[in-house]
């Protein structure tokens, strides 16, 4: 069968499977120790053990309510700014280049601040997951609004429409698939960050587990982290594709 | 306004692009009835929920043409709306014109460079010449 022809959930899974198997065939052959690189058994057991115990909810209902709040805060902010920013020169001038500055700062840079601002309660985690969201989302939004297409613009304005009615009629409809694409982007940003945002004095999430699992030497724990934040990332990021592709199909 | 390209806006059906020329505050069960009177004039009734990319060249210049009467301008202007279409459609596009404009008794400014054209959809003529000196008018009729 060519490779061309198979399903493409099918050829998706071949790169997972095909490192599974090599993980298993490493580490049954005993080219790690098992601190270093657990079998995927030991890892599975973990994920059999944070059930048993009902930690693991506790873990992702942490996580998940932070991503989810952090990115909606931070995907409003970026779309209204990047509203402002597409509908008028002016403003995109003067603002461009100060937002661009500041999204070359790491994440990690912003923690202290964060910490002495806010403390270390859910505040600082949140907005360090926004910031997160933010540049991705804002960039793409100005850009995408900018650049509709200016035939549509003048169709707009023929009939009646000016700033905030062209923006919501013409130009935000025209822009979708790439604010949607920038609304990935923002949410794959955002889980990068929610690790940053969990290391500030957490006691729950992904993040905490983590570090956690770090300092009690437990690696499958580790990997099991690691697995659960690459499985939630791609499950959120699948939903917003979709979502993209309807949309470019419904227009070409 | 009519342009030479249809620009229908392509998210949406070709109804709710004629929706899109109604007058502003038209109440919606009106609104409703005054996209379907108009895509029954330009003969797309059956095509209300079609997308732009699903119908041709000509399809989509007459729900263009159904979206600026929608407007009830005092003047409908048409810039070059046949240039783009093939021979036949731009035929039958010239009958429905002349149909719709005697339905709408709006006032219609045609730009065109077909003179034949203009002879046969206007009442006057206005040509337009530029010259060394700037442009020239006249009327031909």
């Known amino acids: 069968m060519r490779l061309a022809k198979l399903p493409v959930a099918l050829a998706g899974l071949a790169v997972p499977v095909l490192l599974l198997v090599i993980w298993q065939s490493v580490t049954a052959a005993g080219l790690f120790s098992t601190s270093q690189l657990p079998p995927p058994g030991d890892v599975v057991a973990a994920l059999g053990g944070l059930l048993r115990r009902g930690e693991l909810w506790a873990h992702l209902q942490a996580s998940l309510s932070r991503v989810s709040l952090g990115y909606l805060a931070g995907a409003a902010a970026a779309l209204a700014l990047g509203s402002l920013v597409g509908l008028s020169v002016i403003v995109r001038r003067m603002l461009a280049p100060t937002v661009a500055a500041f999204r070359t700062v790491p994440s990690l840079a912003w923690v202290p601040l964060l910490l002495l601002w806010f403390g270390i309660d859910e505040t600082p985690k949140l907005l360090l997951v926004a910031i997160g969201a933010f540049f991705p989302i804002y960039t793409t939004t100005a850009s995408a609004l900018s650049h509709v297409d200016a035939q549509l613009l003048e169709v707009g304005r023929a009939y009646g429409r000016h700033g905030a009615s062209l923006l919501t009629t013409v130009m935000l409809p025209a822009a979708a698939p790439e604010l949607v694409n920038g609304l990935r982007l923002g949410l794959a940003n955002a889980w990068l960050f929610l690790v940053a945002a969990e290391l500030i004095a957490s006691s729950k999430g992904l993040g905490f587990l983590l570090i956690d699992s770090q300092n009690t030497g437990r690696t499958d724990v580790m990997l099991l982290a690691i697995v659960l934040l690459a499985g939630l990332g791609k499950l959120s990021d699948t939903a917003l594709g979709t979502l993209e592709n309807r949309m470019v199909r419904r227009r070409s | ?141």
């Open chain 2, 1 to 141: 306004m009519v342009f030479q390209e249809p620009r229908l806006l392509p998210w949406r059906s070709l109804a709710a692009n004629v929706e899109f020329g109604l007058p502003p505050g038209t109440a919606r069960s009106k609104g409703a009835a005054t996209v379907q009177h108009w895509l029954d004039v330009v003969g797309l009734r059956e095509f209300g929920n079609h997308h732009p990319r699903q119908v041709s060249g000509g399809m989509a210049q007459r729900a263009g043409l159904a979206r600026a009467l929608a407007r009830r301008p005092g003047v409908l202007l048409l810039d070059e709306p046949l240039a783009a279409l093939d021979a036949l459609t731009r035929l039958r596009m010239q009958d429905l014109l002349d149909t719709v404009q005697q339905e709408a008794g709006t006032t219609t400014v045609l730009v065109t460079h077909d003179v034949e054209e203009a002879v046969i959809l206007a009442d006057r003529v206005l040509v337009l010449r530029a010259d060394a000196t700037g442009a020239a008018a006249r009327w031909a009729r």
